[in-house]
């Protein structure tokens, strides 16, 4: 058998041609005309096909229906799976493009992760707090994806509140690595970047706190795009740690993440942390040259903690993005050392107090016959939130307590603007920050489990850019030891997602990683 690494487009799982699709009882649809590669295909190839007719939305969207059917049960990357609406959807795209009115993401599937809050879709966060939450309004990116004539195929499963770099901590179950069933996809946007890599969805929406969309990415062979703190709107996106979350995008290709980013990003006056800033076509410069592009090779993320074959992998790509007329610096991020520490006392804190709203009362899990207030808001909080959520509930409300709030909170408060400052520095000596995303490639599902500690430790690489509040990227660019998927990431200074995008399409055009298939 040929190793993933040496595996091409040529070995196509086979669809379900011709046959009723039903991915809920009761609802079928006869397919009899779709090309069976339809779910290989790029967003911009997506688009051509729809433009040129080869192809409807509805047939699209019953084709990706049909690989949702075939491959979830095993992944698990779904916990809602919006057959009917999405079939509705996509016949009011045929219909809009039909009558001239058509955009370049009119009728292509997508799906959400499910912390954007859908309208009359229920909206889990992962979370068996939310298990019975329907959202009653959507998110501004859900809004925009609608707008622009999109179709949403279901949400997508992640670590429960986004917390977690593995996805074992959702409620609904681990989702599986689309390459290895054994190993974890990464996360907290494991749902998306899985769905993405079996290719359920052309594309995903993921939002990223410490990592959660570059991680995953990298751990599926997929890309992902985080984008500068305030590109994104942040309004319907369930709060995790309100200073370092932001919206982004899991897809095949950086052209790809172009392409749902220029839908996706803008100002939103529901979110005050938005910035009003215009928003570049981010799909104009892709084929411009990068020679001359200095790449900064952050000294302290090469070293001891790295496995030999990310290193290696990373280091083939940072070549040849010399040969495509980079020249590379090697920079320092001197505070590196503290930013897991500093990134946890943080994120814990916020997530203490954004978390404070879910107590029964209004919305979510509330337990059975509570005998007063008090016993409600307990056993509502301690049967509805998971170990992980509880444990950092906890750490969070201590390190904000009066009597630690400047041993902790304050001083980590200190230290980010030394990570920050560390960046700045950095990109006055570069125009991109390269690096690994994870340590290792994907680790195996329960092997971090029992160690919060351990999996705290996977996030050493990524947290750093939040903290920041800086745009970063992961391209798929080889295949470990274990010939599971290593990512290279990318980083550059506030409001430079052109930038980022440039490179790494400039790096995909040259290079075959990210047509690689899982299944
Ligand atoms: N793994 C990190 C955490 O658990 C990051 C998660 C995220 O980016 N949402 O906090």
Same mark, same amino acid.
């Given at each position: ?30 397919? =009899? ?91 889990? *966060? ?212 503290? *930013? ?26 509330? *337990? ?61 000596? *570069? ?79 040259? =290079? ?8």
């Amino acid at each position: 058998m040929r190793s993933h690494a040496e595996r091409g487009n040529d070995e196509l799982a086979p669809l379900p041609v011709g046959r009723g699709v039903g991915v809920r009882a009761g609802f079928t649809t006869t397919l =009899s005309i779709f090309p069976t590669i339809m779910h290989n295909k790029t967003l911009t190839e997506l688009s051509a096909g729809l433009a040129t007719g080869q192809y409807s939305s509805r047939e699209l969207t019953a084709a990706f229906l049909a690989r949702i059917q075939q491959h979830n049960p095993q992944l698990n990357a779904f916990i809602t799976v919006t057959a009917e609406t999405a079939l509705a959807q996509a016949a009011a795209a045929d219909q809009r493009r039909a009558q001239g009115q058509a955009g370049p993401l009119t009728g292509i599937p997508m799906a959400h992760k499910d912390i954007f809050c859908t309208q009359g879709v229920k909206t889990s *966060c992962g979370s068996k707090m939310l298990d019975n939450f329907t959202a009653p309004y959507d998110a501004t990116v859900v809004a925009k994806l609608n707008d622009a004539g999109m179709v949403m195929l279901g949400k997508l499963n992640m670590d429960e509140f986004a917390m977690g770099s593995s996805n074992e901590s959702s409620h609904y179950g681990p989702v599986k690595n689309p390459w290895d069933l054994n190993a974890v996809p990464g996360g907290s946007s494991g749902g998306s970047a899985a769905a993405v890599a079996a290719r359920l969805a052309p594309v995903a929406t993921a939002t990223d706190t410490g990592g959660s969309i570059r991680q995953p990415a990298a751990f599926c062979g997929v890309t992902g795009i985080k984008p500068t703190y305030g590109r994104v709107s942040r309004y319907g996106m369930i709060a995790y740690a309100s200073s370092l979350d932001q919206g982004g995008v899991i897809a095949q290709s950086a052209e790809d993440c172009a392409l749902l980013l220029n839908a996706m990003a803008g100002f939103d006056p529901r979110d005050s942390t938005c910035v009003d800033q215009p928003v570049p076509d981010y799909t104009a410069g892709l084929g411009d040259d990068i020679a001359g592009l200095r790449i900064g090779l952050p000294r302290q993320w090469f070293g001891e903690g790295l496995s030999n074959d990310v290193a290696q992998a990373v280091r083939a790509a940072v070549g040849q993005f010399e040969q495509l007329g980079a020249t590379v610096v090697d920079i320092d991020l001197p505070h590196a050392p503290y *930013c897991i520490p500093c990134y946890y006392v943080i994120a814990m804190s916020e997530a203490s107090s954004n978390l404070a709203r879910f107590d029964g009362a209004r919305y979510g899990h509330r *337990c059975e016959n509570p005998k007063d207030l008090l016993d409600m808001y307990m056993r509502s909080r301690g049967e509805g939130f998971g170990a992980e959520v509880q444990r950092r509930i906890l750490i969070g409300t201590y390190a904000l307590s009066a009597g630690y709030y400047d041993a902790y909170y304050l001083k980590a408060q200190k230290i980010r603007r030394l990570i920050a400052q560390d960046f700045q520095q950095a990109l006055q000596q *570069c125009d991109v920050i390269m690096g690994p995303v994870a340590p290792s490639t994907a680790f195996d599902l329960g092997s971090h489990s029992g160690d919060p500690v351990q999996m705290y430790l996977e996030d050493i690489y990524t947290l750093p850019l939040n903290l920041a509040g800086l745009p970063g990227m992961s391209i798929p660019v080889g295949f470990g030891d274990n010939q599971r998927p290593v990512g290279l990431q990318m980083i550059a200074g506030y409001w430079q997602e052109g930038l980022l995008l440039k490179a790494a399409h400039r790096y995909q055009q040259n =290079s075959d990683w990210h047509t690689k298939r899982a299944c």
